[in-house]
Structures are given as structure tokens and as C-alpha cells.
């Protein structure tokens, strides 16, 4: 049974509650056992985080020679057939996809505290998310998914191969994940699947619906429509979104009124169309405090949370499995990249958090460039 799989063990027997059935006996005999084996996670505050951007499809067109962004796709993308190695290996070493609200949460006075997480022997918590899911205007005809749409009741992606074939599936981290679930609905925590964080200049999801960039006519407020419904599929099928500011800027060096009417434009163009939301990505992984304690005396902490109402904030740090911190009203997590640069650096020698979830050589493409190549790199 799948609620039982994905470990709600409650909603699986209120289910089969009142079935005079054996099969029905039976299984609620197996939930029983299941839920007592289940033990309380015992360190919410060490969960790692891992973060991808949207996945390279074509990589004969991505790393081709000629391609204006090729240093940028093979130092931050990563290829749909290493994403489908990798994920193989990270479920077989035991995770299980959870949102960050399973792990810390705000009790009835409104502070922020470490969740009780409920998982049987073997298995470990893992929290995913996904940069840009965009599908920028400078990713066309590079190899790239160009958006999200859904198609027969389910979320899946549009893909235009090179000669010119439109393709409905599997084609990116989103539709993946939930074609993997599918298949294996214990590496799912009760339908949690990760985080999407969407950016708005270029539009929502691979439609162009910022009427600050394309101005303010009937297919721009279609494209919002469209954008909207594909939001709300996902949020159905277990996704959350997070924001990743409207122009991906840098929450370090931008100053106050940057900071501000960027805000403003997000709040204007994305959260109409992804919904609410209490997380926070960092573009660039550019934190507002370095390692200091967040507080509202910060004014950009203040106008992120105090305002903007996040309480969950995600930079970048790939150098351990996890790190986090928190305060009252807040908790800050820090995530690993999955990406070009990461898997170089394993691939060298080099002390990574990878090891922990795939062995890299094993996943990698063999069209991807190596060793990643330096110099000018993509927008993101």
C-alpha cells in the first residue's frame, strides 16, 4: 500500500479501518509492525541538502564546441543520464526525500524547533531542491527542457530535440523525481518530493509571464495563467516552491533598495503564481550574515523574514554533509551542489560531501568535458 510506504503509517490503517477482509487483516497486521519499528530521527538539525539546477537532456549540444555557454553548463548542469545514475545510488544508500518543515518546525507560540521525524532502521532523511527552473531564453535549443507543463492529469516536461521533435516526458529534476517515486514510493516521506526555486525575470517555469520584461498584454497574462496551473500540479504532487529572488542577485553585495525592489518584483510576478511560500534560496549561496547568528537588528534579515514572512533560509556549503543553524525564528541550512565543479573536485582527489550519496566516476556522462574546463562561465 503506498500511504504505508511512504511511511504514513496513521492515514494507511484509518484506511483499511473497518475492511473485514484477510488481505485487509493482514496488512494492517504489517502496518502495525512497521510503525513500531519506526524510531524518531535523532538529529534533525544533520540532514543533508542537495541542490541541482535544470538537467542537460542533449549534452552533444550543450558541450558542443561552438556553444556560448558551455563552460557554465559543465561547470552547474549536470546531464539527465548522470541525475538518473545518481538518484539510483542515493536511494539505494538508504534516503528518503523530506520537506525542511519535517525537520524543523514552528511549535503553538510560533518558535522555530527541532520536528519529531518518524523513519524505520535503514533509511535517513534528505532534503532536495532545484535552482531556476526557468528555462532561461539564453538555454534555447542548447539541449534543455523548455518547460514544465502538465499533460494527461500528470506534470511532465516539453522537449524539442535536435531535429526538431517535440517530446512530452521525463526530462528534468521535477519529472523525474516524480517518475522514480512512482516506482519506489519509500524514497518518498508522505509525498514530500523537494523545493523549487524560481527566479522571475525570464517568466515562471519556462513561460514568459513577467510583464516587467515582456509587458503587460494577453499572452503574457496567458503565459502567467499557464504558469499557474503548472505550479499548482506540482504543489499537488508533493513539490514546494521557494523563492530565488526575481532577478538572481546577490543578497551579499546588493544593497538595501536592490534588495528591495527586487522583492517587490517577485512578490508581484511569482508568488501570484507559485503561491505562498516560507523559503528562501540564496542566489549565488550569497547569505546576508556570514556566519553570524540572524536577527531582525540585520535590516535584510528583517525584511526577509520579518516582512516577506521566510523562515527557512538555504546557502551554499559543499564542503560537509550538513551544516545548519538556528534561532527562534528561524532555521538556516546549508546546501551541496550537484554540479560540474563538485563532481571535478571529487574526480581529482579532493575531500567532498559527494561520497556520501554516489560514487561520481561511476555516474559520469561521456560527453561531459573533462576536466570541467575554467574560464567565463553562465549567468547561473
Do not use: C
Not at 32 to 49: D, F, G, I, M, N
Not at 65 to 73: A, E, L, M, S, T
Not at 181 to 205: C, M, W
Not at 308 to 329: C, H, R, V
Amino acid at each position: 500500500m503506498r500511504l504505508a510506504a511512504e511511511y504514513d503509517y496513521p492515514a494507511a490503517a484509518r484506511l483499511l479501518k473497518g475492511d473485514p477482509s484477510v488481505a485487509a487483516h493482514n496488512a494492517l497486521k504489517a502496518i502495525s509492525l512497521a510503525q513500531k519499528r519506526a524510531r524518531p530521527w535523532p538529529t534533525p538539525l544533520e540532514v543533508s541538502h542537495l541542490f541541482y539546477h535544470s538537467l542537460i537532456v542533449d549534452p552533444a549540444r550543450a558541450f558542443a564546441k561552438n556553444q556560448p555557454q558551455r563552460v557554465g553548463y559543465a561547470q552547474y548542469m549536470v546531464t539527465l543520464s548522470e541525475f538518473r545514475a545518481q538518484l539510483q545510488q542515493i536511494y539505494r544508500h538508504g534516503y528518503v526525500l523530506v520537506h525542511p518543515q519535517r525537520l524543523v518546525a514552528k511549535d503553538a507560540a510560533g518558535t522555530m524547533r527541532p520536528a519529531t521525524l518518524m523513519l524505520p532502521p535503514g533509511r535517513k532523511p534528505l532534503v532536495l531542491s532545484i535552482d531556476d527552473v526557468n528555462y532561461y531564453t539564453y538555454m534555447d535549443g542548447a539541449g534543455f527542457a523548455s518547460n514544465l507543463t502538465v499533460s494527461g492529469g500528470q506534470v511532465t516536461n516539453t522537449y524539442v530535440d535536435a531535429q526538431g521533435v517535440t517530446h512530452l516526458g521525463a526530462y528534468d529534476v521535477p519529472t523525474v523525481i516524480d517518475e522514480f517515486v512512482r516506482q519506489h514510493p519509500d524514497f518518498s516521506y508522505r509525498g514530500d518530493k523537494g523545493s523549487i526555486a524560481e527566479t522571475g525575470y525570464n517568466g515562471v517555469l519556462g513561460y514568459r509571464s513577467s510583464i516587467r520584461e515582456y509587458g503587460d498584454t494577453p499572452h503574457t497574462r496567458e503565459q502567467a495563467a499557464q504558469a499557474k496551473a503548472v505550479a499548482t500540479a506540482l504543489k499537488a504532487e508533493g513539490w514546494h516552491f521557494a523563492s530565488h529572488s526575481w532577478g538572481h542577485i546577490s543578497f551579499t553585495t546588493s544593497s538595501m533598495a536592490q534588495i528591495q525592489l527586487d522583492t517587490k518584483l517577485w512578490d508581484a510576478e511569482v508568488r501570484p503564481l507559485v503561491g505562498r511560500t516560507d523559503e528562501f534560496v540564496y542566489p549565488f549561496g550569497a547569505d546576508i550574515s556570514g556566519m553570524a547568528t540572524y536577527s531582525s537588528a540585520n535590516p535584510k534579515f528583517h525584511l526577509l523574514h520579518d516582512v516577506e514572512g521566510y523562515d527557512y533560509f538555504f546557502p551554499i556549503d559543499a564542503t560537509k554533509a550538513s551544516w545548519s543553524q538556528l534561532t527562534p525564528n528561524s532555521w538556516r541550512q546549508a546546501r551541496i551542489n550537484i554540479d560540474g565543479i563538485s563532481m571535478q573536485r571529487e574526480l581529482s582527489g579532493m575531500k567532498t560531501a559527494l561520497e556520501n550519496f554516489f560514487i561520481t566516476r561511476s555516474t559520469i556522462d561521456p560527453l561531459r568535458p573533462l576536466p570541467t574546463p575554467t574560464g567565463q562561465t553562465a549567468q547561473h
